[in-house]
């Protein structure tokens, strides 16, 4: 048994005290003495030149401080994209500028124009409406297909065509490819869409910017999943602030999933219009504004294929997919689509061949940047879903060809690129048939049909790759920031410990998880443990909390600090005790020389680090802190695999999710409970995705789907309770912690599982149904039936 508060234990999330009681302390909550508000005027059309902006009334009306334009930021640089793509004829991809607020053109519904800084935000708002605009409309393009078009409307004007990238992975496979797919006994062909979605966060964006002309220092407070990587792009390419008249404050966040990792055009205005007012600014988006200027998800549209020679094996696998990227690039946008995607697409499964194409494509539309699993769900989806369609057209059970497909033997190098260090995918699937109850689905399935619904089972495996590594290889493939994470272990005078991290929690639990790996290395209780983080002035430079890498780099580079500490505190020890260091072993809180019953406590070896009279200073300087920077070797591997059972009403296309289990491996856990938390709600998101979620424009660029009245969120009585494991553990090979990663698995290994069981019920119930695209509402699904 895991001891209490140590690795192992589901210890209570602390925060969580602060947040139900109401104390959580967020970005909107802070104010700051003397602030004013800003209201963005953004634009309602999709596609137009700006041919004139009339302030002049809107400057007269009370309240208002400053109106600024465009015109006020020529000069200043625009927002980053910090991923250079080399299209696969060597070509550096179409990199189009960003500005904080727009020049010459407007490029998307909710593209900043003007921004209005008052005493009020209702006296901004006034004023915004007095602004008058000269707009000449354009045509808009929204469609990928007709955005690649010959003669389409450029989004943007300076760029050769709407196409940002024409990528290909790995090209020297394309040959081989080519004539394996050829050559094959069969090809499975799908083309499906990846719907494009709305993260939702329940807490908006926020960005309060202040000045200091004393001291000409800057602070923006945000919402914000990475503080160290915005005061980067912020201060060098945006407004050019030296990082150390910078600080980057990211409290309390009321969740994330990607869309808070981005730095955006809001919160460099607030900086910029801080020193310009020479007064505090604070934003708060509406939800409305959410919709319409969060960076969205996913919107793939993929061609797959799927060759399998006579005993189907799988002999290769071909894709192209057109990406949309927006009007915009957003600060990881070029990445998702082709390295956290195409690096994927092997799956579990050992195919010799495989050839991926991605075109990524500028339209009228929100910038498209990272969601929950970023480009991992786009190519489990794919895959998953071919691998089932082929099981069908061979009339072979689906599990037992994905168990025939298996990689068995780690490490494994795969055709794309990466290698798995470590797996049993056996063991995910014979746990998965166990707690899911497969045997018994047919005794389901006829106790639904004598009520007259159509009962379907679908299943599937994932694998993602989380915390992007190592900074030299990404780097070779256009990242334009080091990946490593960094941690501070400082140790107080009576024993109690406070941990710098640069990881950033908005949910995760660090501030619980964290703490038990020290205590478990030290021996002492987690309670004297704290956690420090968001805050640019006071954690080591780190690159905050994504792609499930908090425990992985950041966790580990937190270890590497505490051995530091650990291995200075037995010198000390080493001295009190007379004895040699080493010979000192560290156990429960307790230093012991080995072999005798001389032993000293933690505390009073600490407080001999500040009070330095019992060894001599010039062998250990005094105190106790030490730092790490950990970059890791390799990305982690966690693998797994999913059932969904639903039932499909006949009458009217309804869907009903019946039962949900999930086997995943994520190597060693440090805290059980956390983990299903985080997997619960990643399968929450995938079902939304699945069976709801959908974010939609009209072919002149209007954003349908603008509010919750149109955006269908998955509520409570949409989900069934979920069946959870994650006890077949294969410890990561390259991190001291053997951790992989868990916060995005479920919304990767979810979808396809609920698609491929609408499917099965579909053609159980007698239709002929190969595909039907997410969401699957029940208009789809009832259409799909009548064939």
């Not at 941990?499 to 929690?505: L, N, W």
Request: with cysteine.
């Amino acid at each position: 048994m895991p001891k209490d508060g140590g690795i192992g234990a589901s210890t209570k999330r602390r925060e969580d005290v602060r947040f139900l009681t109401g104390n959580g302390k967020y970005t909107d909550d802070i104010n700051v003495r003397g602030q004013a508000y800003v209201h963005f005027l953004r634009s309602d059309v999709a596609h137009a030149k700006i041919k004139g902006i009339n302030t002049s009334a809107a400057e007269a009306m009370p309240g208002v401080v400053k109106i600024f334009t465009g015109a006020d930021f020529e000069g200043v640089g625009g927002i980053p994209c910090g991923w250079l793509v080399t299209d696969r004829h060597g070509e550096p991809m179409q990199e189009p500028a960003h500005p904080v607020l727009a020049q010459g053109k407007v490029r998307h519904v909710g593209d900043p124009i003007a921004a209005v800084v008052a005493e009020s935000l209702a006296e901004a708002r006034d004023a915004a409406e007095a602004i008058e605009l000269d707009l000449e409309e354009l045509p808009a393009v929204v469609n990928m297909k007709a955005a690649l078009a010959d003669g389409a409307t450029k989004v943007h004007d300076d760029l050769n065509n709407n196409l940002c990238y024409d990528w290909g992975f790995v090209e020297e496979n394309k040959g081989a490819v080519d004539a394996a797919i050829k050559g094959a006994a069969h090809v499975t062909t799908l083309e499906l869409v990846n719907n494009r979605l709305v993260a939702n966060p329940m807490e908006p964006r926020v960005a309060v910017g202040d000045y200091d002309r004393s001291d000409e220092q800057h602070t923006l407070y945000t919402t914000s999943q990475n503080p160290h990587v915005i005061r980067l792009l912020m201060g060098a390419f945006v407004l050019g602030i030296p990082e150390h008249k910078l600080r980057v404050v990211a409290p309390d966040v009321g969740g994330g999933f990607g869309t808070k990792i981005f730095h955006y055009a809001e919160e460099a205005f607030c900086t910029f219009a801080a020193k310009a007012c020479n007064r505090p600014v604070k934003w708060t988006a509406s939800r409305s504004e959410a919709f319409m200027s969060d960076a969205h998800g996913r919107d793939h549209v993929t061609k797959i294929e799927l060759a399998l020679d006579k005993d189907n094996n799988f002999v290769a696998v071909r894709t192209e997919t057109l990406a949309n990227m927006g009007a915009y690039l957003s600060t990881f946008a070029s990445s998702v689509p082709t390295w956290l995607h195409g690096t994927l697409m092997a799956g579990n499964y050992k195919t010799p061949n495989i050839y991926v194409n991605v075109k990524a494509v500028f339209t009228n539309t929100v910038p498209v940047d990272a969601y929950r699993g970023a480009g991992r769900p786009e190519a489990t989806f794919q895959l998953e879903r071919v691998i089932d369609k082929a099981a069908r057209e061979l009339g072979v059970d689906p599990i037992a060809l994905r168990r025939q497909n298996y990689i068995t033997e780690f490490p494994y190098a795969t055709p794309v690129a990466v290698e798995y260090d470590t797996g049993d995918y056996n063991a995910t699937m014979d746990k998965l048939e166990e707690i899911a109850d497969i045997a018994g689905f047919a005794a389901r399935r006829k106790e639904s049909e004598a009520r007259g619904m159509m009962r379907g089972l679908g299943i599937n495996n994932y694998i993602e790759a989380c915390g992007i590594a190592p900074s030299n290889l990404v780097g070779q493939l256009g990242a334009r920031a080091g990946l490593y994470d960094a941690a501070t272990v400082r140790v107080n005078a009576t024993g109690s410990i406070s941990v710098m991290v640069g990881a950033h929690s908005h949910g995760q639990g660090h501030e619980t998880a964290f703490p038990q790996v020290v205590a478990e290395m030290i021996g002492i209780d987690a309670s004297q443990i704290d956690i420090v983080h968001g805050d640019t002035s006071k954690v080591p430079f780190g690159m905050g909390t994504y792609g499930s890498r908090s425990l992985a780099v950041c966790g580990s580079a937190m270890v590497r600090a505490t051995e530091k500490i650990i291995n200075k505190a037995k010198k000390i020890a080493a001295h009190l005790m007379e004895a040699a260091e080493a010979d000192i072993e560290l156990k429960d809180g307790n230093f012991s020389v080995a072999g005798t019953d001389k032993s000293v406590a933690w505390g009073d070896v600490t407080l001999a680090a500040y009070v330095p009279h019992n060894y001599p200073l010039e062998d250990i300087e005094p105190g106790l802190e030490e730092t790490a920077f950990y970059d890791p070797a390799n990305f982690t591997y966690p693998a797994g695999a999913y059932c969904c059972e639903v039932e499909v009403d006949p009458d009217t296309g309804k869907v009903t999710i019946e039962r949900f289990a999930a086997a995943d491996d994520f190597g060693n856990v440090i805290n059980p409970m956390i983990v299903s938390g985080q997997v619960h709600g990643g399968i929450a998101q995938g079902i939304g995705q699945a069976l709801m979620e959908n974010c939609v424009y009209d072919d002149e660029g209007q954003l349908l789907s603008a509010s919750y009245m149109d955006y269908t969120m998955p509520r409570a009585d949409d989900l069934p309770f979920y069946t959870v494991d994650h006890s077949c553990q294969t410890p990561c090979t390259h991190n001291p912690l053997g951790v992989k990663g868990c916060g995005e698995a479920g919304a990767i290994g979810s979808p396809p599982s609920v698609i491929n069981a609408v499917i099965d019920a579909l053609n159980s119930g007698g239709h002929d149904v190969a595909h039907i695209d997410m969401p699957a509402t029940p208009a789809r699904v009832w259409a799909a039936m009548q064939g």
